[in-house]
């Protein structure tokens, strides 16, 4: 067991460098001159390439060779999609996709 | 410390929205508009949170040192990774070093906000420190609606994430393994959040390029550094094969501009139709 001390030098030191992650491009970036073009361009173009690394990310753990073979992410993905593309209601597709995956890895694939 | 802006906006948000006058208070309005963004958010961190805190304490540590780390650390896998801190010893530098390679993502997010932030002179510091995976995903792609203040329907979107994430974790470490139902599959709250926030970027964007490239580094970094080390990889691949292809990327969005906006920063004022419609 380590002592508080000990503790607390480890969550301000995680806290810091975390912190010091999110504001780097404000360090570097934020003063009063303008922002470098190719930043503002991969400030525009980043995001929706970053939302899908964040869905292979969140899907990583998925194994498509042994059981039960990626099909409740599956279902969930096609679940959220169709939903989506069907109503365009954020909050219906959020949890009816998700509702579908929690069926699916509780009771059918469980 | 980073949480420098006044805990009590929520408070009076909150006094406010229970009143139910729908008078011009602009903390009031954007609490209003930034609330039904949050939901799917409150069921993913208040799920994930539980997890963190479960597992924390059931290293033998107090319950405190979990909310004090969602409170001033607020970074969902690196909190996960920082149990390991407590169970061997880590030198400090170490420590700083993992924490740098996990989050090092972050360091691509911000560059969204640099100029907009330019303007948010007392409100930045904790709209940086919050920038979590799931709120950066937010506040992307669901600009402010008309006639609210951006500044505080950005906060109020911070604060509320950042209160769920506090509150599955104290809820994790408290009561974590008394739970009366099965939660399991819960988290897949936030994959949907990213897979709808996708499917609207396709959907509104003049050029597919960005997304293709976004689907493509990561499963190519997948390959080569494994399934837990892809993050930092695809970040760098990404944003070598954006800046490669900006060319074409910018005459692609440049074309679609006359007809409507389409990439984020510039998407009009969205009036709540599609985003957090079902919340009324």
Request: net charge positive.
């Amino acid at each position: 067991m380590m002592s508080t001390g000990q503790i607390l030098a480890v969550i301000l030191v995680t806290a810091g460098v975390t912190l010091f992650t999110r504001a780097a491009p404000f360090i570097f970036f934020g003063g009063s001159r303008p922002t470098p073009a190719i930043i503002v361009y991969l400030g525009r173009v980043l995001p929706p390439a970053v939302m899908a690394m964040l869905i292979v990310y969140a899907l990583r753990d998925a194994s498509l060779v042994s059981y039960p073979y990626g099909l409740p992410e599956l279902m969930g993905i096609a679940s959220v999609a169709g939903l989506h593309l069907w109503w365009r209601n954020t909050l219906l597709s959020i949890m009816g996709g998700t509702a579908v995956y929690m069926l699916a890895v509780q009771l059918i694939f469980a | 410390m980073p949480v420098r802006v006044h805990p009590f906006v929520l408070w009076r948000g909150a006094v406010f929205f229970k009143s139910g006058s729908a008078g011009g208070n602009p903390v009031k309005k954007a609490f209003y508009a930034a609330f039904p963004r949050t939901v799917p958010i409150l069921l993913g961190y208040v799920f994930v949170g539980m997890a963190f805190g479960l597992l924390f304490v059931s290293n033998g540590y107090p319950y405190y040192w979990a909310a004090l780390m969602s409170l001033l650390i607020y970074a969902g896998s690196m909190q996960f990774v920082a149990l390991n801190f407590f169970i061997a010893p880590f030198g400090l530098m170490e420590i700083a070093l993992i924490t740098l390679l996990v989050n090092a993502r972050h360091i691509f997010y911000g560059l969204s906000f640099v100029d907009k932030y330019k303007r948010m002179k007392r409100w930045r510091g904790y709209l940086v420190f919050a920038l979590t995976d799931e709120t950066y995903s937010l506040l992307c792609s669901q600009p402010a609606p008309q006639g609210v203040d951006e500044k505080r329907y950005f906060f109020c979107i911070s604060v509320l994430d950042q209160s769920y994430w506090v509150a599955g974790t104290l809820a994790g470490a408290l009561v974590g393994s008394r739970i009366p139902f099965d939660t399991a599959g819960m988290e897949f709250a936030m994959t949907a959040l990213f897979i709808v926030i996708f499917i609207e970027q396709w959907l509104s964007a003049k050029s597919h390029t960005a997304a293709l490239i976004g689907l493509i580094c990561p499963l190519v970094a997948m390959a080569f550094f494994g399934k837990d080390n892809l993050v930092l990889p695809a970040m760098l691949l990404m944003t070598l094969a954006l800046i490669a292809l900006r060319a074409p990327i910018e005459r692609g969005l440049a074309q679609g501009e006359d007809n409507a906006p389409s990439i984020p920063e510039t998407t009009q004022a969205d009036g709540g139709g599609d985003y957090g419609g079902g919340a009324g």
